[in-house]
């Protein structure tokens, strides 16, 4: 058999697939330093040829299809870093088929021409290669086996019985968990697997320190009078008045009451730039650090919230409290409808339940939002927790607005695209802002009385508008407000403080106890 393989082929081939990985690790400044991460960086690539090589017999075909995906790879590790300020990470790998089904979510920012000849053309190549390149050896579906019965054994190894000591031995390989500079030292790829393992091994250990609440600890807290607790996370909502002194003062009345009114407010360190949304979302319901979290924090949502995880919710539920989750979209995103249960959630309430509302950019309003929330807080009475996330101000801010913008936006020098884009922003955050005007009325009535926290995700990925307006401060903005309770403190904090605050100001705690952290927190790194 060997005598009648074309090695020219073969090793035609290998040098295709090994220009795909040089290129890839080029890209995302690693290099060809050895290193021992490197052998995990390659496996990928060498996989992915000696699969199609087995499974086709085409050498020079398996070659141009590993340096192709090599390539598209790059390009989007690239687009993302650009973007995001972070490269692709193993749990983007899992969201990839939300690209076919929430595209506007999934490709807002790559160039979509680019992205449908790249696509064309690896197509074409694939179609044209493999009808031109003959077979250099008889097929045979035995190597295929072979090879996914060791892919199998090593996943079964790693992912599975040896998963702890995998994870320990990588941490060892001088992990940091920043994947910018990971990507750099252990390559794009090594990165990707690393991640993936690291995350694996660790996650049953820091599922099990941050078991929910799941019994009253009134105890521990000054007894304060039933009160509904609304919390809305609004879709990149940042106080943009930061960004130019020009920008219209009255932007947001209702948000500046709130302020001035309220309990505490300021600025919301988050875990997120420009996307993410449930990176910011799992931190303030669950009040774990990114460091407790470990490297499952570049998405909570797809395996560590698999199981009951300590949440706000949870603390509310055992005080009696119905819980409810409300998010004006597909109630699948994410994995939300398998998530929130674990999160203390009795109910979520996803796209279905806004049927008719009206919609700006194909989104529902934040207004209907907040009616939403109104009668929920009139049906249920005071002992209800309404957790919101809203979807109004998603980006990419390019249809046209209702209305329009009036003296909003000062006269600066910024690309017409990029105007545009953030003229229709500035009108959204009026739209928000209305949203407020809403909860706080229904809120600051005597039969329904109640707290409302209020915060964005993450700041909307307008780099070259920051960049212009030379603004640095990635950081996003919230209050928690109460009708008569408050005198408006400043309080900068981190989103992961946030659910503490929210507790603090739904019921003190007793003076001569100290109240527990709603959540402790694990020790380990």
Sequence with gaps: MFDTINWHSVIAGAVLAFAGWVVLRIACGAGL?????????????????????????????????????????????????????????????????????????????PHKGRVLIGAATVIGIFVLLFHVEPAVWPLSPWPVLLLLSLFFLISWAVGGRFSTRAATALRKLRLSGDPVRDAANFGALGMLLTYGIVARGERAGRQAAALPVVRSTAGHFRQAVAQPVVVVQCESFFDARRMHPAISADLLPVFDRCQRAGIQWGRLQVPCWGANTVRT?????????????????????????????????????????????????DRTFYGRDQVMPNLGFDEFLGEEAFTGARRVNGYVTDVEVAHKIAEIVQSYGPKVFVFAVTMENHGPWS?????????????????????????????????????????????????????LAFYGDHLPAFRSAFAAFELHDFRSDYFIWGAGKGSGIRKDIKACQLSDAILEAWRGPVATTVAPRFWQGSKTA
């Design 281 to 329: 979302e799992f931190a303030v319901l669950s009040g774990m650090s990114e460091r407790a979290i470990g490297l499952d924090r570049f998405n909570p949502y797809h395996r560590f919230v698999s199981v009951p995880v300590t949440s706000l919710a949870w603390r509310l539920r055992a005080e009696g409290y119905r819980t409810i989750c409300l998010h004006p979209f």
């Design 399 to 451: 249809a046209p607005r209702e209305q329009p913008i009036a003296n909003l936006l000062p006269d600066v020098s910024l690309p017409q695209a990029d105007k545009v884009a953030l003229e229709r922003y500035l009108q959204s955050l009026r739209s928000a802002d209305e949203m407020l005007g809403v909860l706080t009325q229904i809120l600051g009535e005597k039969r329904a009385s109640g707290v």
């Design 33 to 109: 330093r050895w290193s021992a991460a490197m052998l995990l960086d390659a496996a990928l690539p060498a996989a992915c040829f000696a699969s199609l090589a087995a499974a086709t017999a085409r050498p020079v075909f398996a070659g141009v299809i590993t340096l192709a995906l090599s390539g598209g790879y790059a390009y989007a590790n690239r687009a993302k870093l650009k973007v995001l300020a972070e490269p692709v990470v193993f749990t983007d790998v899992f969201q990839a088929f939300d690209i076919f089904r929430h595209p506007r979510l999934a490709l807002p920012f």
